[in-house]
């Protein structure tokens, strides 16, 4: 399950960042943004185009000629807060075109929200863009809509997210994600490079690639070839990673994979982590989700019977920095005292640098939910204490183990204080830790990569002070 941390969940994603000061006579799109980095990057690309067609966007419903809201369908709470967001809008504006994941069942909106403009499913952004002219007609001016070549962004502007596949082949028994969002289809290699070439010449310093499944990519194309600057390449996550990975020098850019699945090839990646001349990071997101081998059967995980742990090592072994971030589910249907054992001896074993545990929830239309022995709330709400307690202790120890080394860290904000919020190499943005420096940032700027001396460690976070150059 790719999209499944709480803080990738809509009420934490990152609030998309606007353009002010419209023309008088420019046509207003307002733009709700709900969900996962997935469905952010789809905003972003309905925002680009709006942008080229001469849309003004703003974040506010009440001076806007239409509202776009981009839902997340992904878990039963998340739809209930993407139905209220569709409701404020048309209470506040009148004009709503709903799009996104929960797009993807539209009587499910009609029912509650009849007066909808349209619905659209995730990644239409044609029929999104044909409901806004049939709803608020364009006015395009030539001299001043001229676009960044990166697109409008809703992140800030030193990272983005770079999408490189949508759907998933696989059938986790807990997930609706291929249903919403269908089969793997990858977009071709030279076509996502295009797209992160523009954007490291905006400026962007760290490229997030993300996918429902980073590892599968490129199996529906049949890993096809495509020239890139006078070489073939394969639509494949080696070949990819590592162009990538050469968009600019390794101490001007990272590159960032999540959402990898442990398949063998993943062996060939590890490498380029190790190749401190290539900007793709010494990290891994690979949601594990559990380590029994009877509870990943009852999920139906892919890559069950891969042996993690020995995988894990070979790892560590090409690259003994390789950072380590999964998440794991707690309570599944099923799930007995001795497979959570399992999973905390597991852990012990395993030491993963970045966790995250959730609660197992019964998501409609998930087949896990027909499951027998489902695990009372309250034993649910203790296996995830003690899961919590080991994964923290973990990540304490090994956050320790960095006080006193040399760190390059990027700089996510300085506030009015002076004091930087970092993060290293091993923290990805909204889901890992900071660094944080206190004094000495004079000089400093958003986006900013640098090196720093670690001098303390926190339960999650850490803090440093700038080398001297
Ligand atoms: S079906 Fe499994 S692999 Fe595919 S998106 Fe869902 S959880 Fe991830």
């Given at each position: 399950m790719s999209q499944n941390p709480p803080n990738l969940r809509p009420d934490l994603a990152p609030q998309p960042v606007f353009n002010a000061n419209p023309r008088s006579d420019q046509p207003t799109i307002g733009m709700v943004s709900l969900g996962c980095p997935k469905a952010l990057v789809d905003s972003e690309r309905i925002l680009t185009r709006l942008r080229a067609e001469g849309y003004q966007i703003s974040a506010d419903y009440a001076g806007a000629d239409a509202v776009v809201v981009n839902t997340c369908g992904f878990l039963d709470s998340a739809k209930a807060e993407s139905l209220e967001a569709i409701g404020e809008a048309l209470q506040e504006n009148g004009k709503v075109i709903v799009t996104g994941c929960l797009g993807a069942e539209p009587d499910y909106i009609t029912g509650v929200h009849p007066k909808v403009l349209a619905v659209t499913g995730p990644h239409q952004y044609e029929q999104v863009l044909d409901a806004v002219h049939g709803a608020v007609p364009p006015a395009p001016d030539p001299f001043v809509d001229l676009l960044p070549a990166s697109g409008v962004k809703l992140t800030p502007r030193h990272f983005s997210y770079l999408k490189i596949s949508e759907g998933c082949n696989?059938?986790?028994?807990?997930?609706?994600?291929p249903d919403m969002r269908g089969k793997l289809a990858s977009r071709p290699a030279h076509a996502v490079l295009r797209e992160a070439e523009k954007l490291v010449q905006a400026g962007v310093k760290e490229?997030?690639?993300?996918?429902?499944d980073t590892s599968a990519y490129g199996l529906d194309r049949r890993y096809s070839t495509h020239d890139w600057k006078?070489?073939?390449?394969?639509?494949?996550?080696?070949?990819?990673?590592?162009e990538l990975g050469r968009l600019a020098p390794a101490d001007d850019l990272w590159v960032r994979l999540h959402y990898v699945y442990p398949y063998p090839h993943v062996r060939?990646?590890?490498?380029?982590?190790?190749d401190t001349s290539n900007a793709v990071l010494p990290y891994l997101d690979i949601p594990f989700q559990h380590a029994h081998p009877a509870?990943?059967?009852?999920?139906?995980?892919?890559a069950a019977s891969a042996k993690v742990l020995d995988e894990i090592k070979a790892w560590r072994d090409i690259c003994p920095d390789i950072t380590l971030r999964s998440t794991f589910i707690v309570g599944y249907p099923g799930e007995t005292e001795e497979e959570f054992q399992y999973l905390l001896d597991w852990m012990d074993e395993a030491q993963l640098d970045r966790v995250g545990c959730f609660q197992y929830e019964n998501v409609?239309?998930?087949?896990?939910?027909?499951?027998?022995?489902?695990?009372?709330?309250?034993?649910?709400q203790e296996r995830w204490d003690r899961f919590m307690e080991k994964a923290q202790a973990i990540s304490e120890a090994k956050l320790e183990a960095k006080v006193g080394t040399i760190q390059q860290v990027i700089v996510d904000d300085i506030d009015e204080d002076g004091i930087a919020t970092c993060r290293t190499k091993a923290d990805a943005p909204e889901i890992d830790g900071n660094l944080f420096i206190d004094e000495g940032t004079e000089g400093l700027s958003v986006g900013d990569l640098v090196t720093v001396e670690v001098d303390e460690a926190g339960e999650y976070d850490l803090w440093g002070g700038l080398t001297k150059a």
């Open positions: 696989h059938a986790c028994k807990f997930c609706i994600i490229l997030l690639v993300i996918s429902q006078g070489e073939e390449i394969r639509s494949h996550i080696t070949d990819l990673s590592r060939d990646l590890i490498p380029l982590m190790a509870t990943l059967k009852r999920m139906a995980r892919p409609a239309g998930a087949r896990s939910n027909a499951l027998p022995d489902h695990v009372p709330a309250e034993l649910k």
